[in-house]
């Protein structure tokens, strides 16, 4: 089997073998929801399935009842004309940072960071200046101000972050967002876990930002409705960053499949079930108390997400001088897969 370019999903995947070999692994490494897909979901893809008109070709944008759905969730002052179907939050990162930077280019990125963002970077040709976050896990806008050079495009954060699961509040959230604005810099807020938070209601950037013209969300059904398989995201920005998306899904994949967008206009339709967000609170309170009996292991309790970023740092010793290498032993001794912080730079 070809090796994965993705370093959590390397993990996962030697867990996976190991798994298939016998061993009893617990795999604590790629955001995969462990719940299926709800079978309403499900069932929404089999009757698109049987219905012939989905058997032909689609609008590049996307269907226009998904994308009036997912604008709905926003303000008013967002619109259909304003969201651009994807093949999940990635691709519509790929295509958002496509359309704000190329060679030559560089773009902000939060150290730790999901290394998806930095993938996202490099693909289009820019270059990645990462920006160290505070104590607290937080951006700044004196760090971001610090960071910043004429060549400077973008910054793109995760809202609740991964891999910390702290949440960038609305008033640091519009602030940053007005430093955009200030420097002419494209904020790219990825909303992905945004519905998975769980001492606050669930907010989009879209609404706190007061100028929302360099403002792009990145979002997708994966985390929150366990879809990681169906591959179904947006972008939802400025037009003409709309218009430039649109432009290279029609060139390339021509649209995002209408099965898996009916699919995704059945999850986003439903009432929302306060029970997922409920167990994986349940969830990170069990992981977050075990963690902290562990001597030596510091582990903040995590805002939003499904995950925690513990401090291994004095369990490092001669025989595990790197976390990376702790995160070996813990897979080859305990059988237990978890993801090392170097990943996230």
Same mark, same amino acid.
């Given at each position: 089997m070809a090796e994965s370019d993705n370093p959590i999903f390397r993990? !996962?995947?030697r867990a996976a073998a190991l798994r298939a070999s016998g061993v009893d692994v617990i795999t604590l490494a790629a955001g995969e929801p462990e719940a299926p897909t709800a079978a309403h979901i499900v069932e929404a893809a089999v009757t698109a399935a049987r219905? @012939? #008109?989905t058997h032909h070709y689609? @609008? /590049?944008a996307g269907l226009a009842d998904f994308r009036e759905r997912v604008a709905g969730q926003h303000p008013g002052h967002v619109t259909a004309d304003h969201v651009q179907v994807t093949v999940g939050t990635k691709h519509a990162l790929h295509l958002a940072l496509g359309? %704000? /930077?190329g060679p030559g280019d560089q773009v902000l990125v939060l150290r730790p960071s999901w290394p998806g963002h930095v993938g996202a970077v490099e693909s289009v040709g820019a270059s990645v200046v990462q920006v160290p976050v505070n #104590?607290?896990? $937080?951006a700044s806008v004196d760090e971001l101000e610090a960071a910043w050079t004429p060549r400077t495009r973008a910054i793109v954060i995760a809202n609740p972050s991964n891999p910390s699961g702290v949440l960038h509040w609305g008033g640091l959230l519009a602030d940053i967002a007005a430093w955009c604005v200030d420097r002419d810099v494209w904020l790219v807020s990825d909303e992905v876990y945004g519905g998975l938070v769980f001492e606050t209601d669930p907010f989009s950037a879209t609404a706190v930002v007061a100028d929302p013209s360099r403002l792009v969300v990145v979002d997708g059904v994966s985390k929150?409705? /366990? %879809?990681t398989g169906w591959r179904v995201g947006w972008l939802l920005g400025p037009t003409e960053v709309v218009a430039a998306a649109r432009a290279q899904v029609s060139a390339t994949i021509t649209h995002v499949p209408s099965l898996t967008q009916h699919a995704a206009l059945a !999850?986003?339709?439903a009432p929302a079930d306060a029970q997922v967000v409920a167990?994986? #609170? /349940?969830? #990170?309170? $069990?992981l977050v108390g075990k963690l902290s009996q562990v001597p030596s292991v510091e582990c903040p309790t995590p805002a939003g997400g499904m995950f925690a970023f513990p401090d291994v740092s004095k369990l490092l010793s001669a025989e595990h001088p790197t976390a990376a290498e702790l995160a070996a032993w813990l897979l080859d001794e305990a059988h237990v897969a978890v993801v090392p912080g170097e990943v996230f730079g």
């Open positions: 993990i !996962a995947d219905d @012939p #008109r689609g @609008p /590049a359309a %704000m /930077a #104590r607290d896990g $937080l929150v409705h /366990a %879809m !999850a986003l339709t167990r994986y #609170r /349940a969830s #990170r309170d $069990l």
